[in-house]
């Protein structure tokens, strides 16, 4: 993610409490300095009837808007339910708020490429390859297909990245927004000049044991191995870690034993089953296609995996050194479930190793992210996503 | 585990193949799986190898992943052999795919030849980290790819082809529907056009379509009267007749036609309707239904009809005329001739209605003869026919009358009687005008066995009539031979009249007018025609005709003229200049609306005394239009001329009328003067005449006195003045003025 426009201080990066006169101080003097700024705002689900509050401060400011609603922020290594954390672009950036991404004759891949391509002809490439950085509606059930069909519209011109917003209790809820509309249903997406890059990882090892979701439709499994899903998921569970699942119990232990989607290159890609419906079908975050090789996850514990290590690591193999820097940071919110208290461990291992000053950003519902430089963008659960920043 | 893993990707990646039919979602999907796989980001398919100078010709044919080499999709690229043929191999050799290569991005390729089809590149900047062994477990699945490729490519043609003749025929199928939707159109707008109703029933009676005609007057719209039948609109009987038709039509092998009146309950329309019924067959020859196109000819009818009684009969009467009359005539001649049985034929005109048509114009005389045919159509049988031939001319034709001829002489000689006592009655001709009086005169003809003409048979009772007129009219006559010379004869008179009033033929006769001294007053001025080749004709033989041809006008001036011409002469001698002249004035002419102002203008010109000038009027002249006379009379009188009333008694005197004339004197007609002597009531007259003249201030003087014995009754009862033989007869100027002379010198 670019980052060159907020290298000037360390005050890129506020966490600020949404009250009209702190946000008109702050953007006023923001205004002042940078007279072609813009901000990306990241909002607590809780402080979501407040939106109205930063998105008129903007509007008086004349400052343009982008930002969405999680269910909590993330600031250093603390989740914070209250206040708005908002980030400065000196220089605004390409921002397109797209609604009802699935109504309509054009695809929703259509629709973003159509915003989006223009942008992307008229970018300098001086700094490198610019990235798409993408945030949807956490509800939307076709994620990963939108990911597939932006790449054969778009293919290598952008590096891809981004995360789901939403509600933490996936209730319906606009969750998208700029100074004027808060939208559901939709995407935004920040065409952000090069040269960094989103470094995405969820640390999950793969197991032996393979199955194939032989019967699926978008994010809902029905059958594994020619089975009702739910029976072979209560099965396996038994029989690898003796735990008896229930569809009384099934959402206690769901997050901690997600799918996952095997690849080739041995990359997995996580899909937490959320909901088990009355027919034993799984309703996943994250689509899974048909005949996709799943195979059943336990979530790693902090000190079992090295998924900070890696993470860290390709950070730095791909940006450089971090060191006194900030990292735009989304944490699946599945994950935190998962790990619970340890979720903060994991955070502090990712500012010790990285060596960064400050960790900013939220609990998401999904990522986007590639395996590596240049890659087929991927829809994940589970994982962390982090773009080197300015401090905060 | 591992095998399990492979299996799955070889399912997923044959299902995919599997799942497609064009060429192009298979090898994007392909592609796709590919990529997801094996986590290269790009990958690419060239087909259609050709080897040309050791190089391989390919056409890029599906790209994800580089979108600069996205743009050249479709293009012929030009590559090593080594990088398509077999074996799959993962190459690290970049100068292979240089061509494909842009900004030297991949350095890694794993090439995956589809036979001899093409190959799939994928290409990536490092190696994808993988335990599987790419390079052995593709084989089956590019195998099954490329055959894939070639069922696609056979279903795309066959699609191609396909669709070419299903969009061939759409289009011929939408250019025959435009064509049947135009000519559809077409036709309805033609139908909807026309003023007649148009429908179309089944066999059943069961309405198929109608136009916008049929809607307006049935009141209804085609779309409720589709699927439903006569009985659903109209009443049983009319349905029922309707039905007959129809079937009638049906076993018909033409149009079937009717004319019918029908009336419509919507607007209450009531009209003649020509109904056509034509039964309409499929190309099997099995019945389609019948056709109905029904024509409103009520105005047609209603022209033809009159066209008709334009033709056939009088616009003013509505009886039949000339042409209708001589077409019945025809027939009942032939009809007589079959029965043996008389006819007759009764020719009659109003006895003066001239004078009426001139006097109270042609609105009182059309009303007078739409008056005289409503009675003559009551009197006649209804059998009978009633004409009007022309002016006051009716014929009536008495058809079957009886085998005797005597008999149907009689017969006929009633009707016509009565005929003459009906038309003589009373007539009030507006509300506003007081009675009038007309009498009639009938000639009549019989027919039978005679081989005559309808013409001739007209001019036969025409003949008649003149010879009735001639009888003094008002009365009745029958045709015989001799009539017709005499009417031949009045047709010379005619001519010859006309003549002499070109030649200048005539002259005036002056006959004295004494006081009871028996001392000249004056002399009444007489016309007299001393015809060249007929000695003296007597004004009694050309002056009726005179009247009936109008020639009276000219002659009446001319007599007008040479009177004062004679005046001026006398008024210019003092012996003479006391001389009263009296002339007679027919009723024509005193009708004419310039009549005073001629008289004006010949005072003027022969300068005269008027006060001895005298114009003699008849009765029936002043009385025909009494108000209309007196205002004339009076303008005349205003000149200072003298106005005497002539034959006075002859016609419908009436006292009262009398009073309101300005006149000077009343002449004693010679009817009663002549028998005066020897008949009580004549001389009663007479007295009552004379009595009544000093009652009203008026002079009278008696003509036709013959002997003393008349001019002594006449004295002795008042009467002052005298004119007749006793006195003088009419003589020429110069035999008059020399025995005036002569009387004057004596006394």
């Known amino acids: 993610m670019n980052t060159d ?48 509050i930063l998105q008129a401060s903007c509007r008086r400011q004349d400052i343009p808007l982008a930002g969405a609603i999680f269910p909590a922020l993330l600031i250093d290594k603390e989740f914070h339910r209250e206040g708005v954390l908002l980030f400065r672009f000196d220089e605004w950036v390409p921002s397109f708020l797209i609604h009802e991404l699935n109504k309509g004759k054009s695809s929703p891949d259509e629709k973003i490429a159509q915003a989006v391509i223009p942008a992307i002809e008229a970018a300098s490439l001086e700094a490198g390859k610019p990235s798409l950085y993408m945030i949807y509606d ?74 194939n979701a032989t019967s699926t439709d978008g994010n809902r499994i029905f059958s594994i191995d020619w089975r009702p899903a739910f029976d072979v998921y209560q099965e396996i569970i038994q029989e690898e870690y003796g735990i ?12 901690h034993f997600p799918f996952g989607i095997l690849r080739a290159n041995q990359d997995l890609v996580v899909r937490i089953p959320v909901t088990l419906n009355e027919d034993g079908s799984l309703f996943c975050i994250g689509e899974v296609p048909e005949n996709t090789m799943l195979v059943l996850l336990r979530a790693p514990q902090v000190k079992e995996g090295d998924c900070i290590s890696r993470l860290a690591d390709n950070l730095e193999a791909s940006n450089g050194s971090l060191t006194g820097r900030s990292i735009l940071t989304f944490y699946c919110a599945g994950r935190r479930m998962h790990l619970g208290e340890d979720s903060l461990r994991e955070l502090n291992d990712l500012a010790k190793q990285t060596g960064v000053t400050h960790l900013a950003g939220a609990l998401s519902l999904g990522e986007i992210g590639t395996a590596g430089k240049g890659d087929y963008p991927m829809f994940h659960n589970a994982a962390l996503i982090c773009t080197p920043w300015g401090g905060i | 585990m591992e095998r399990e893993h492979i299996l799955s990707i070889l399912y997923d990646l044959t299902l995919t193949i599997g799942g497609e039919i064009h060429l192009d979602d298979l090898l994007r999907k392909v592609l796709q799986r590919f990529l997801y796989h094996t986590a290269f980001p790009m990958g690419l398919v060239l087909l259609d190898h050709k080897y040309v100078n050791g190089v391989i010709q390919a056409r890029l044919t599906s790209v994800i992943g ?3 080499l996205e743009l050249r999709r479709g293009e012929q690229l030009e590559l090593p052999t080594a990088l398509t043929r077999n074996p799959i191999e993962l190459l690290n050799d970049s100068t292979l795919f240089a061509e494909i290569n842009n900004r030297a991005k991949y350095r890694y390729c794993l090439k995956l030849p589809i036979d001899e089809t093409g190959v799939i590149l994928l290409l990536s900047p490092r190696m994808p980290a993988s335990k599987l062994p790419l390079t052995q477990i593709f084989q089956p699945v590019l195998a099954n790819l490329s055959r894939a490729i070639l069922l696609c490519r056979n279903s795309e043609r066959l699609t191609r082809t396909l669709e070419t003749d299903r969009d061939q025929a759409r289009a011929e199928l939408a250019n025959a529907l435009e064509r049947s939707e135009r000519e559809r159109m077409l036709l309805r707008s033609l139908n909807d056009t026309i003023p007649d109703l148009v429908w179309l029933k089944d066999p059943a009676g069961t309405y198929l379509t109608c136009n916008k005609a049929f809607e307006g007057l049935y009141g209804t719209t085609e779309a409720k009267l589709v699927g439903k039948t006569d009985y659903d609109f109209v009443e049983k009987e009319l349905a029922d007749f309707s039905r007959e038709n129809d079937q009638a039509a049906l076993k018909s092998d033409g149009p079937s036609v009717n004319e019918e009146w029908l009336t419509f309950t919507c607007n209450g329309y009531h009209g003649l309707f020509e109904t056509i019924k034509t039964p309409l067959k499929k190309e099997d020859g099995s019945i389609l239904g019948v056709l109905g196109i029904a024509r409103d000819i009520t105005l047609r009818k209603e022209a033809e009809d009159r066209i008709k009684q334009l033709a056939y009969y009088d616009s003013l009467t509505n009886l039949p005329n000339r042409r209708l009359l001589m077409d019945r005539l025809g027939h009942a001649l032939l009809a007589s001739l079959r029965s043996r049985n008389y006819g007759a034929l009764l020719i009659l005109d109003l006895d003066r209605f001239k004078i009426l048509n001139d006097t109270r114009g042609h609105g009182t005389g059309d009303q007078l003869l739409k008056e005289v045919a409503l009675r003559l159509v009551d009197t006649v049988r209804q059998e009978d026919t009633v004409a009007r031939l022309g002016g006051d001319e009716f014929v009536i034709l008495l058809e079957n009358l009886d085998s005797n001829k005597d008999f149907a002489a009689r017969h006929a000689e009633l009707v ?62 029958f045709y015989n031979a001799s009539m017709q010379s005499a009417i031949d004869e009045r047709m010379a008179m005619e001519t010859a009249l006309r003549q002499a009033l070109r030649n200048n033929e005539f002259t005036l006769f002056y006959q004295s007018q004494v006081d009871s001294n028996g001392w000249i007053t004056g002399a009444e001025a007489l016309i007299r025609w001393p015809s060249p080749d007929r000695s003296m004709v007597l004004p009694d033989s050309f002056i009726p005709i005179a009247e009936e041809t109008r020639l009276i006008l000219p002659l009446g001036l001319w007599v007008l003229e040479r009177a004062c011409d004679q005046l001026k002469t006398w008024q210019s001698d003092p012996r003479t200049k006391q001389l009263t002249l009296a002339v007679n004035i027919s009723a024509l002419q005193f009708h004419q609306h310039d009549f005073a102002d001629q008289i004006k203008d010949i005072l003027h010109r022969y300068e005269i005394n008027p006060a001895f000038l005298k114009l003699e009027l008849t009765e029936s002249a002043l009385l025909e239009d009494i108000d209309s006379a007196i205002e004339r009379l009076s303008r005349i009188k205003a000149l200072g001329i003298g106005l005497a009333l002539d034959d006075f008694g002859t016609g419908f005197s009436s006292l009262s009328y009398l009073k309101r004339l300005p006149l000077d004197q009343i002449k004693i007609d010679r009817t009663f003067v002549r028998d005066i002597a020897e008949d009580a009531n004549d001389a009663a007259i007479v007295q009552a005449v004379i009595s009544m003249c000093h009652h009203l201030g008026l002079n009278v003087i008696a003509e036709g006195v013959e002997n003393q014995e008349q001019k002594a009754f006449l004295e002795k009862n008042g009467c002052r003045a005298f004119q007749g033989y006793l006195f003088g007869r009419p003589m020429p100027t110069a035999e008059w003025e020399n025995q005036y002379l002569i009387a004057t010198d004596k006394t």
Request: charged share 20%.
């Open chain 2, 66 to 68: 580089d979108h600069l």
């Open chain 1, 138 to 211: 956490g509800l939307l059930p076709n994620i990963a297909s939108i990911l597939d069909g932006l790449y054969l519209r778009l293919s290598d011109r952008v590096h891809y990245a981004g995360v789901n917003a939403g509600s933490e209790t996936f209730q319906p809820m606009p969750c998208l927004f700029d100074a004027d509309h808060v939208i559901e249903g939709g995407a935004l997406c920040l065409l952000i000049p090069g040269p960094n890059v989103t470094v995405l990882e969820h640390g999950y090892p793969v197991p032996k044991h393979v199955m």
């Open chain 1, 5 to 52: 426009g907020l290298k000037s201080g360390e005050d890129a990066i506020q966490h600020l409490p949404l009250i009209r006169t702190s946000l008109d101080t702050l953007l006023q003097s923001w205004r002042a300095e940078y007279p072609y700024a813009g901000v990306l705002a990241l909002l607590p689900e809780q402080e979501k009837d407040n939106l109205r």
């Open chain 1, 244 to 255: 008896g699942l229930t569809k009384e119990n099934f959402y206690h232990y769901a997050v």
């Open chain 2, 416 to 477: 016509a009687e009565k005929i003459r006592k009906e038309l003589n009655k009373s007539y009030f001709l507006s509300p506003q005008e007081h009675e009038h009086h007309s009498t009639t005169s009938i000639g009549i003809t019989l027919f039978s066995d005679q081989r005559n003409t309808a013409e001739a048979l007209l001019k036969q009772a025409d003949v008649a009539l003149y010879q009735a007129k001639d009888s003094g009219r008002n009365t009745v006559r």
